[in-house]
T-cell receptor, first 117, second 113 residues
Framework: ETGVTQTPRHLVMGMTNKKSLKCEQH?????MYWYKQSAKKPLELMFV???????ENNSVPSRFSPECPNSSHLFLHLHTLQPEDSALYLC????????????????FGEGSRLTVL | QQQVKQSPQSLIVQKGGISIINCAYE??????FPWYQQFPGKGPALLIA?????SEKKEGRFTISFNKSAKQFSLHIMDSQPGDSATYFC????????????FGAGTTVTVRA
């Protein structure tokens, strides 16, 4: 079992549906991230939460709405998505630099494969 | 604007051969350069990392070479094994801003037995 768990692993939705992706980390980290991974493209940072406060919103369309109710859980709410939003959505966690962790070490989940029809 | 450019997109190497992946960056403020390894169906995981005050770092069969003046760094996989078949991502970050990790587009390495 990985330290970062994502559900569901696969999701198919229509453009008018509303769904949510869930991420849970068991590592005691204080920062959590959503990344989008598309084929042959760099991982795209979408959102960052540190100590449950959003610290980064990387120009992501409003049809993606994050929620971080506590330091262990992160959600990505999806509504009225487009086919080009089909991708692998990765959740990650890390310790902030002040905690003395190795800078830049992200711990990723296995991802949620999203297909928008 | 892609801050880290990675090549090649894919490579095939025979077992026992050397795999070489190259990355280049523009932002001279970057001061930490990790490599992530991703197996099919899994999330990326940190493999090895380097800071620009050293020109080379080796961990087992994996070596990072760093050329600060050229703003380039590369990953060498020595004695490549079929278990090394994965996608490799280079990345760069400014340590004072831990959240903005910039990734390359990835290189899919296939090691033939």
């Amino acid at each position: 079992e990985t330290g970062v768990t994502q559900t569901p692993r696969h999701l198919v939705m229509g453009m008018t549906n509303k769904k949510s992706l869930k991420c849970e980390q068991h590592l005691g980290h204080n920062a959590m991230y959503w990344y989008k991974q598309s084929a042959k493209k760099p991982l795209e940072l979408m959102f960052v939460y540190s100590l449950e406060e959003r610290v980064e919103n990387n120009s992501v369309p409003s049809r993606f709405s994050p929620e971080c109710p506590n330091s262990s859980h992160l959600f990505l709410h999806l509504h009225t998505l487009q086919p080009e939003d089909s991708a692998l959505y990765l959740c990650a966690s890390s310790q902030p630099p002040a905690a003395g962790s190795r800078t830049g070490e992200l711990f990723f989940g296995e991802g949620s494969r999203l297909t928008v029809l | 604007q892609q801050q880290v450019k990675q090549s090649p997109q894919s490579l095939i190497v025979q077992k026992g051969g050397i795999s070489i992946i190259n990355c280049a960056y523009e932002n001279t403020a970057f001061d930490y350069f990790p490599w992530y390894q991703q197996f099919p169906g899994k999330g990326p995981a940190l493999l090895i990392a380097i800071r620009p005050d050293v020109s080379e770092k080796k961990e087992g069969r994996f070596t990072i070479s760093f050329n600060k003046s050229a703003k380039q760094f590369s990953l060498h996989i020595m004695d490549s094994q079929p278990g090394d078949s994965a996608t490799y991502f280079c990345a760069a970050i400014v340590e004072s801003n831990d959240y903005k990790l910039s990734f390359g587009a990835g290189t899919t390495v296939t090691v033939r037995a």
